[in-house]
């Protein structure tokens, strides 16, 4: 019952938003000739109701869709429509609450009783202007971002170290995150990516899970593209919340049994792939009589609603005399939950998990998106006392099949 009363509550809601900005369509034309307007409101419910037709189809059929690339961009679509309209709507609410605290004190205080000067557009006019730009603006961003998915980025890192052994000086480490294999529709797309991987010559290739959206065999279809990654020291990987598969509350009693199946699915993947996987678990790398650790932990996350199997106390049992430590763990909350508190040993710790929600922009100095409001470090580079953390924006994408000012991201860290 609860499950069908929210999608037929938001259908309501967005029959609701669609006759408030409405409203708001006719203000505006209210100087227009009858067949410009006519033609306008006609493409108007024309598109509101393909929207609402989509909601409908979504709710009733996405399951059994033939092809869920196809069910996420008809969602996204929608998605982009009613976030247009609702950030319209926010203009138009404003000015609504302008006219009826203008009204009401209009009671109290005749003299203040709003006068029309009959020149120039009124304020309702303007606003609702601002609010039609605004939203055809955040629209026209959001369709113009499917195109960016696969427009990977390379961003140099360098990193200064005092622990760092001398051998290990000038290490050049890939750190890639969120592939996502089971959102792609274009291999040739992603062979582009990893081809950019490699011709960065990496000795140390890092990947901090989200193989997968939620089922292993997604990634069937690109193995032979990511077995072409190759680095000196190898590629190795860790788990991330989407590797163990996605399962409804009420689908079984014991979540953490389908949890470790899909988990042990994943792990096969890597194998075929030639990754090592750490669970829980790490690994020296020597050079010149020096030792570097990398450790690697399954999902840890401060946030409700995510797996945790991840031990940072077992994965990194060993490494006590070893001077230098990178810790992969897919979720940034992990590294001010637990390691800058208690493992202060571990200079360099790689995180992704927020895609840069793969909304926002970034200019020199500045970067901004929504998911700043849920994630303290959310991408780039992060520092307290002598710890470092780098969170990557991911390769690939889920849900949205775009970015908009976030792009997918291949990272490029050298350790001096």
């Given at each position: 019952?609860f499950?069908?009363?929210?999608?037929?509550?938001?259908?309501?809601?967005?029959?609701?938003?669609?006759?408030?900005?409405?409203?708001?369509?006719?203000?505006?034309?209210?100087?227009?000739?009858?067949?410009?307007?006519?033609?306008?409101?006609?493409?108007?419910?024309?598109?509101?109701?393909?929207?609402?037709?989509?909601?409908?189809?979504?709710?009733?059929?996405?399951?059994?869709?033939?092809?869920?690339?196809?069910r996420?961009y008809?969602?996204?679509?929608?998605?982009?429509?009613?976030?247009?309209?609702?950030?319209?709507?926010?203009?138009?609410?404003?000015?609504?609450?302008?006219?009826?605290?203008?009204?009401?004190?209009?009671?109290?205080?005749?003299?203040?009783?709003?006068?029309?000067?009959?020149?120039?557009?009124?304020?309702?006019?303007?606003?609702?202007?601002?609010?039609?730009?605004?939203g055809?603006?955040?629209?026209?961003?959001?369709?113009?971002?499917?195109?960016?998915?696969?427009?990977?980025?390379?961003?140099?890192?360098?990193?200064?170290f005092?622990?760092?052994?001398?051998?290990?000086k000038?290490?050049?480490?890939?750190?890639?995150?969120?592939?996502?294999?089971?959102?792609?529709?274009?291999?040739?797309?992603?062979?582009?990516g990893?081809?950019?991987?490699?011709?960065?010559?990496?000795?140390?290739?890092?990947?901090?899970?989200?193989?997968?959206?939620?089922?292993?065999?997604?990634?069937?279809?690109?193995?032979?593209?990511?077995?072409?990654?190759?680095?000196?020291?190898?590629?190795?990987?860790?788990?991330g919340?989407?590797?163990?598969?996605?399962?409804?509350?009420?689908?079984?009693?014991?979540?953490?049994?389908l949890?470790?199946?899909?988990?042990?699915?994943?792990?096969?993947?890597?194998?075929?792939?030639?990754?090592?996987?750490?669970?829980?678990?790490?690994?020296?790398?020597?050079?010149?009589?020096?030792?570097?650790?990398?450790?690697?932990?399954?999902?840890?996350?401060?946030?409700?609603?995510?797996?945790?199997?991840?031990?940072?106390?077992?994965?990194?049992?060993?490494?006590?005399?070893?001077?230098?430590?990178?810790?992969?763990?897919?979720?940034?909350?992990?590294?001010?939950?637990?390691?800058?508190?208690?493992?202060?040993?571990?200079?360099?710790?790689?995180?992704?998990?927020?895609?840069?929600?793969?909304?926002?922009?970034?200019?020199?100095?500045?970067?901004?998106?929504?998911?700043?409001?849920?994630?303290?470090?959310?991408?780039?580079?992060?520092?307290?006392?002598?710890?470092?953390?780098?969170?990557?924006?991911?390769?690939?994408?889920?849900?949205y099949?775009?970015?908009?000012?976030?792009?997918?991201e291949?990272?490029?860290i050298?350790?001096?």
């Amino acid at each position: 019952m609860f499950r069908t009363f929210i999608p037929l509550l938001f259908l309501a809601f967005f029959i609701l938003l669609d006759w408030y900005v409405f409203q708001a369509l006719k203000t505006i034309s209210g100087s227009w000739n009858i067949s410009t307007s006519r033609r306008v409101f006609i493409v108007y419910w024309i598109i509101s109701f393909l929207s609402i037709t989509l909601i409908i189809y979504l709710f009733l059929f996405g399951n059994t869709a033939r092809s869920h690339i196809m069910r996420n961009y008809l969602f996204a679509i929608m998605a982009c429509i009613f976030f247009a309209k609702f950030l319209s709507g926010l203009f138009f609410l404003i000015d609504d609450l302008r006219r009826m605290l203008q009204y009401l004190t209009s009671f109290i205080v005749p003299s203040l009783k709003p006068q029309s000067s009959g020149e120039g557009i009124t304020r309702s006019v303007f606003f609702s202007w601002v609010g039609f730009v605004t939203g055809g603006g955040l629209l026209g961003s959001l369709l113009y971002g499917f195109g960016n998915k696969y427009r990977y980025t390379v961003r140099n890192v360098r990193l200064n170290f005092e622990e760092l052994p001398k051998a290990f000086k000038g290490l050049k480490i890939v750190h890639i995150s969120d592939i996502h294999s089971g959102s792609f529709n274009d291999a040739a797309a992603v062979q582009r990516g990893i081809d950019l991987i490699n011709q960065q010559n990496a000795d140390l290739i890092l990947f901090t899970g989200d193989l997968v959206n939620y089922e292993a065999s997604e990634m069937n279809p690109y193995l032979s593209i990511f077995k072409t990654l190759k680095a000196n020291f190898g590629v190795w990987a860790t788990l991330g919340n989407h590797d163990y598969g996605f399962h409804k509350s009420g689908v079984s009693h014991n979540i953490k049994a389908l949890h470790m199946k899909n988990a042990s699915e994943v792990e096969q993947i890597h194998h075929q792939l030639g990754w090592k996987l750490l669970r829980n678990e790490n690994i020296t790398i020597e050079k010149e009589n020096a030792q570097l650790s990398i450790i690697g932990v399954e999902n840890i996350s401060s946030r409700a609603g995510f797996p945790s199997y991840g031990n940072l106390p077992k994965a990194i049992q060993g490494t006590e005399h070893i001077p230098f430590k990178i810790l992969m763990t897919h979720d940034p909350s992990h590294w001010n939950a637990e390691v800058t508190r208690s493992y202060q040993n571990i200079q360099l710790t790689l995180s992704g998990h927020t895609h840069g929600m793969q909304f926002g922009f970034e200019i020199p100095g500045f970067k901004w998106s929504p998911v700043k409001y849920i994630y303290k470090q959310w991408a780039g580079l992060y520092q307290e006392n002598n710890q470092k953390l780098y969170v990557n924006r991911g390769f690939g994408f889920i849900g949205y099949p775009g970015r908009v000012g976030i792009l997918p991201e291949i990272t490029v860290i050298e350790l001096v």
